[in-house]
T-cell receptor, first 112, second 119 residues
Framework: GNSVTQMEGPVTLSEEAFLTINCTYT??????LFWYVQYPGEGLQLLLK?????DKGSNKGFEATYRKETTSFHLEKGSVQVSDSAVYFC???????????FGDGTTLTVKP | DTGVSQDPRHKITKRGQNVTFRCDPI?????LYWYRQTLGQGPEFLTY????????KSRLLSDRFSAERPKGSFSTLEIQRTEQGDSAMYLC?????????????????FGEGSRLTVL
């Protein structure tokens, strides 16, 4: 079956530091890949997505590139802010957009 | 607010009682999903619907769990004879599946969840 493995957390960074959260996946076919974010007290919301190999998803300064050869979708941001403190989930959706599979989440805390 | 709404947001119940959660998806979305999330874990798939049809149910799901979407709009998730292990956040999400010839990305829109505590 499909699976997603995320870098274990928690991750604590100082403001303006560089962020990388690793994500690798196992899936048949050509899934879509996602990063969802959950801010304190809120529901999960889509941060960015990529639907085919070599696509780069980007939003709010975050980026991730769909790497089929390494089955990875690592999340990066060049300069984090305190407001980026949240839990980040990597996920995949199969080609027919059936059930999505999520990683266990990585908690990011950014200190001023 | 036209997002996904869930009710109740919090439910505390005693072991052995039945509980029901309701989810109202984004109005034009034809797919509705239920997930369960426990502390430190990602959302775990329970079941999903396309319109009123239940297309898949997790094999890990106990027969004490049942979900319905009778008119293809809102959905309910019922847990019978609750156990302490059922304590979790129950998440509802919806999406729009356009058709067979168009790539459906599978992007999900989540509600804020219903937190269940079983004493």
């Amino acid at each position: 079956g499909n699976s997603v493995t995320q870098m274990e957390g928690p991750v604590t960074l100082s403001e303006e530091a560089f962020l990388t959260i690793n994500c690798t996946y196992t899936a048949t076919g050509y899934p879509s890949l996602f990063w969802y974010v959950q801010y304190p007290g809120e529901g999960l919301q889509l941060l960015l997505k990529a639907t085919k190999a070599d696509d780069k998803g980007s939003n709010k300064g975050f980026e991730a590139t769909y790497r089929k050869e390494t089955t990875s979708f690592h999340l990066e941001k060049g300069s984090v802010q305190v407001s980026d403190s949240a839990v980040y989930f990597c996920a995949l959706s199969p080609y027919n957009a059936g059930k999505s599979t999520f990683g266990d989440g990585t908690t990011l805390t950014v200190k001023p | 607010d036209t997002g996904v709404s869930q009710d109740p947001r919090h439910k505390i119940t005693k072991r052995g009682q039945n509980v029901t959660f309701r989810c109202d998806p984004i109005s034009e979305h034809n797919r509705l999903y239920w997930y369960r999330q426990t502390l430190g874990q990602g959302p775990e798939f329970l079941t999903y619907f396309q319109n009123e049809a239940q297309l898949e149910k997790s094999r890990l799901l106990s027969d004490r769990f049942s979900a319905e979407r009778p008119k293809g709009s809102f959905s309910t998730l019922e847990i019978q004879r609750t156990e302490q292990g059922d304590s979790a956040m129950y998440l509802c999400a919806s999406s729009l599946r356009v058709g067979h010839r168009v790539r459906n990305t599978g992007e999900l829109f989540f509600g804020e969840g219903s937190r269940l505590t079983v004493l």
